[in-house]
């Protein structure tokens, strides 16, 4: 059974960092692409970052570039979200992704085959 689970979510305030983790397991990471989105109530998902099976990353949203950092650790089945200088329109529950694919990234989130269930980021001061 294929499962993504999130963690490493909280509340921190404006220009703090979080660092989130999705643990993977049920499949072998190495052939997967990796994606991070988020989504607020009420409001449509939005993609964050995606990695591939090479390693390159996939931004999608400009808002987080200069900010946020994804990367993989396929040994550990394990993917990392590091978010730098947080901001209050980062609050979201952020979700991770797979997708059996190589050398790129899924083009949008409906290219995703998996998901976790989430962990809830807040940026408040």
């Known amino acids: 059974q294929v499962q993504l689970v999130e963690s490493g979510g909280g509340l921190v305030q404006p220009g703090g960092s979080l660092t989130l983790s999705c643990a993977t397991s049920g499949f072998t990471l190495g052939y997967y692409a990796i994606g991070w989105f988020r989504q607020v109530p009420g409001k449509e998902r939005e993609g964050v970052l995606c990695?591939?099976?090479?390693?390159?990353?996939?931004y999608y949203t400009d808002s987080v570039k200069g900010r946020f950092t994804i990367s993989r650790d396929d040994a550990k089945n394990t993917v990392y979200l590091q978010m730098n200088s947080l901001k209050p329109e980062d609050t979201a529950v952020y979700h991770c992704a797979t997708r059996r694919m190589y050398f790129f990234c899924p083009n949008s989130g409906e290219d995703y085959a998996n998901w976790g269930q989430g962990t809830q980021v807040t940026v408040s001061s």
């Open positions: 990695i591939s099976t090479h390693n390159v990353s996939t």
